[in-house]
């Protein structure tokens, strides 16, 4: 406020409009602060790149939570459900037979139900063995999955807010 009074000229606000015919500063119309040695800083407009590094922050933080909360017990417990102990058992009748392209329980066709699951399933059991941990991890994967999309298509319709 004194430097007005000292007769320096008044700063325009930020986003103010230019009367017609005048051109616009070499500072881009932005004040300066003589006090001492101190700069007067704008705050910094967001970037793409500081939007996109904020975006694969959260979508990393939502990772891995979802693993935090999903892979660590899977193995704890038996498999107790039908569809559980069925799904898993095609799975591993696969490895058995080395026949992956028809479902089979009880090494009988089981057509209810699409092969990409069993599919899942059963090089999820390549890599961790046969057990309950392995018959678990597709689901688990795809819960993880589950939260990423869902974060993006709110995101996406409303606001990052909302994603979460």
């Not at 406020?1 to 616009?24: D, F, N, S, T, Y």
């Not at 959260?58 to 069925?86: K, R, S, V």
């Not at 699951?117 to 795809?142: D, H, I, K, P």
């Amino acid at each position: 406020m004194l430097e007005h009074i000292a007769g320096r000229p008044r700063p325009k606000a930020i986003g103010a409009v230019r009367q017609r015919g005048e051109q616009p500063s070499p500072e881009g119309d932005r004040p300066e602060c003589s006090e001492g040695n101190a700069q007067f800083q704008y705050p910094r407009k967001p970037t793409i790149v500081n939007l996109k590094n904020k975006e694969l922050f959260i979508q990393l933080l939502i990772l891995t939570a979802g693993i935090f909360f999903f892979i660590p017990f899977l193995g704890a417990a038996h498999l107790f459900d039908w569809d559980e102990i069925n799904f898993a058992e095609a799975a591993r009748e696969m490895l058995v037979t080395h026949n992956f392209l028809q479902v089979q329980i009880n090494f009988q066709p089981f057509w209810e139900k699409p092969p990409l699951f069993f599919w899942l399933q059963a090089a999820s059991m390549t890599v961790f063995g046969v057990n309950e941990f392995a018959a678990r991890f597709v689901n688990a994967l795809c819960g993880i999955v589950t939260l990423l999309v869902v974060y993006r298509i709110g995101r996406s319709v409303f606001d990052r807010r909302f994603g979460l």
